[in-house]
């Protein structure tokens, strides 16, 4: 192949994230990792391939025929890409029960791969967020959880998030009043696209399905009368404790979650602008790690849709400005006689963990200091020839264009 014909381009639903992309992902990530270690949760990774017995089975039949990455690798293994982080991480509390102590707490930020339709949103490689507390069935647990969606959110800054919380208990209960014994999860998944395409486009999913009318009223007819379970009663009451206000999250019985692997408590957070849908969502899962081959550990969980995050980020501009660049200054470039002294000011301020960097080549100043606003750089040191024989650094301001002479120490407060 003519190496000179090939097109440079990125495949669809991947996407290569600039510096300026990077910051604010940066921020979101460290955010809520100081978050997940502040409530106690420990790290954890697992690898991007599995085989396709851990995979396949656990999340719907949707998932394993349509949205699941799966093929052959050299060796003629059967494996697949992740397709999110709880498998995985249920699969390592299978292998290592021994090596982990319960209640095990971890968080997990790491990509994950779906086969999905690209729109807004959503991708086909991105990032997913993961805290769980496996080894408890206490609703404390739960409650907890719920309780760092909502710290989450607000450290954030999302002012108008709401969590959704419902049980798979309570759906099931819904299912059983409505005579609905059989294919269950069918129904299921197609109640999981109410906020999509309402209810009509529900109801004539399910008479799709083959669901008698009659049946489908009566589905409808119970959900708007459910009320939370004793245990869902217990999580609700707990979040009050935890600092939540009644204000911040709902009961909602119509709230699914697409895994099968769900038994208990489910929960959604959704802001209500931009309309970008969920931005996490997860629940009570306690027969995932025994159908992985390990004990029965029961866990409950939530991953926080870190792409979406990021995109309500952007488009309200919630990036604090101090996170925009890294960068706290640029060692101005005036030629031979002052290399040594902006060698030595760039490794002394690195030494005082200060981000700074040199213009490696003698250009005009303006030039110097166009490149500098570019990539959000607020200070410029120059020494010149006067300034290296008094031991000086002229230190400018570029977002007020103020500048003064100054020694070492001072400008090491100045920019600190």
Do not use: H
Request: charged residues 25%.
């Amino acid at each position: 192949m003519n190496q000179s014909n090939i097109k440079s381009q990125t495949l669809k639903g991947f996407r290569d994230f600039l510096p300026s992309d990077m910051y604010i992902r940066n921020y979101v990530k460290n955010t809520l990792i100081s978050l997940f270690e502040t409530s106690g949760f420990q790290p954890l990774e697992t690898p991007a391939l599995e085989y396709t017995s851990v995979l396949k089975g656990k999340y719907s039949n949707e998932t394993d025929d349509k949205l699941g990455y799966f093929f052959k690798d050299n060796g003629d293994r059967e494996i697949g890409l992740r397709y999110d982080l709880t498998v995985p991480t249920s699969k390592v509390l299978a292998i290592y029960n021994n090596q982990i102590s319960l209640p095990f707490r971890r968080y997990q930020i790491q990509p994950v791969w779906r086969a999905e339709n690209t729109q807004k949103g959503r991708y086909r490689e991105f990032v997913q967020c993961d805290i769980d507390i496996f080894g408890t069935n206490s609703p404390i647990a739960d409650a907890e959880i719920v309780s760092v969606i909502y710290q989450g959110v607000q450290k954030l800054g999302f002012k108008n998030a709401i969590i959704k919380i419902n049980s798979r208990t309570v759906l099931s209960s819904i299912l059983s009043q409505s005579g609905i014994d059989e294919r269950q999860n069918t129904v299921l998944q197609s109640l999981d696209k109410l906020d999509k395409i309402g209810e009509n486009g529900v109801k004539d999913e399910l008479i799709s399905k083959g669901l008698p009318n009659d049946q489908i009223d009566q589905l409808f007819k119970y959900i708007k009368q459910a009320q939370p379970d004793e245990n869902l009663k217990q999580v609700l009451n707990l979040l009050n404790s935890f600092g939540i206000p009644q204000t911040a999250f709902v009961f909602d019985p119509t709230l699914v979650r697409g895994c099968d692997y769900y038994t208990g408590t489910i929960f959604e957070v959704a802001v209500t602008e931009p309309k970008i849908g969920a931005i996490g969502g997860g629940g009570r899962y306690d027969n995932l790690v025994s159908t992985l081959g390990g004990p029965q550990i029961p866990a409950v969980g939530f991953s926080f849709g870190f792409e979406r995050v990021v995109d309500v980020i952007q488009e309200l501009n919630l990036l604090p400005k101090e996170n925009k660049s890294t960068i706290n200054i640029l060692v101005a470039n005036l030629g031979s006689e002052t290399q040594k002294e902006i060698l030595e000011l760039t490794n002394r301020l690195r030494q005082e963990n200060i981000s700074s960097i040199i213009y490696p080549d003698n250009d005009k100043l303006g030039k110097q200091i166009k490149y500098a606003l570019s990539i959000d750089i607020p200070y410029l040191a120059i020494i010149g020839t006067n300034e290296a024989k008094n031991d000086q650094i002229m230190l400018k301001n570029l977002n007020t264009t103020d500048q003064k002479l100054v020694d070492f120490e001072e400008l090491v407060k100045i920019i600190k």
